[in-house]
């Protein structure tokens, strides 16, 4: 997952229109999010993604590898790949808030419930003996929450020295996941976000495409994405990037990315 305090499909202004239409981005967001809270699509994915990281994790220590002496381990993303955040965003939908969107506040409260097969899969992973690695967009700040949110669900390895979040003047994930590996094999990666995997910060919709193409032989390998359908540098992409832009102008642009034929 990759954070701003802005996001796009949350912010709200009244007197904007498209078409006519008055522009409330808060609610075009709400079949996304009842697809992520209510679909049994959605939570097969999560038990597909994480079965398939015990077969790969198995098929890695059956091997006994012995190309490298590291240690292995696992690095993770936590929101929308470990812990759900979905009743936050469904709050906007349900309430009409026209607030900017504050993730702060959320993960404050270190109330998030585990995705469906995360917890298993990381007991697992802990019960072998890999070490557990989770790397957020989180800001420094909110380690301590963020720390506490994920023993009280009883996630392993839960701790200061396992738990890397992002720091002052920081951009991506690249250098904390380069911190790992000095130490460790990364066998997995897991994650909702492209950012979760490698570079992909500030290439635009195409451009993260034919990225992503790039690694078509490591997906489902070493590198495995679960749904977010809710928000991500997906959508900041449609936007340039470009958190100053009215919701008129995301709406617009959300409608001009459409492909209909």
């Known amino acids: 997952m990759t954070i701003t305090l802005f996001l796009g499909c949350c912010s709200y202004t009244k007197a904007q229109t498209v078409q006519g239409t008055p522009v409330k981005l808060h609610e075009q967001n709400t079949m996304s999010v009842l697809w992520f809270q209510q679909s049994g699509e959605a939570k097969a994915l999560y038990y597909q993604g994480y079965n398939l990281g015990k077969l790969r994790l ?5 091997k006994k590898k012995k190309h490298t002496s590291l240690k292995p381990a696992i690095v993770l993303d936590i929101d929308e790949t470990i812990l759900d955040n979905s009743p936050y965003l469904a709050s906007y939908a ?8 504050d993730w702060s506040k959320w993960f404050n409260r270190a109330e998030a419930k585990p995705l469906p097969g995360a917890i298993e899969f990381l007991k697992y992973a802990d019960s072998k003996g890999i070490k557990i690695f989770y790397i957020s967009n989180r800001f420094k700040a909110q380690k301590k929450a963020t720390i506490k949110n994920l ?3 009883d996630a392993p390895q839960a701790d200061r020295d396992h738990v890397l979040l992002l720091q002052l003047g920081e951009k991506g994930k690249k250098s904390r996941r380069q911190y790992v590996a000095k130490t460790h094999d990364i066998v997995l990666l897991f994650g909702d976000n492209l950012g979760d995997f490698s570079e ?3 290439l ?6 034919k990225e992503t193409e790039k690694y078509k032989e490591i997906w489902g390998k070493k590198f495995i994405v679960l749904p977010n359908p809710m928000y991500g540098d997906w959508e900041e992409a449609i936007y340039n990037y470009d958190y100053r832009k009215t919701d008129e102008e995301k709406a617009k642009l959300r409608i001009e990315n459409l492909e209909t034929r």
Do not use: A, C, H, T
Not at 204 to 209: G, L, W, Y
């Open 200 to 202: 992909f910060e500030g």
């Open 94 to 101: 349900v309430s009409g808030n026209g607030n900017p969107f």
């Open 151 to 153: 023993q009280m669900v």
């Open 58 to 62: 198995d098929d890695y220590l059956g």
């Open 204 to 209: 635009s919709v195409k451009e993260r495409i």
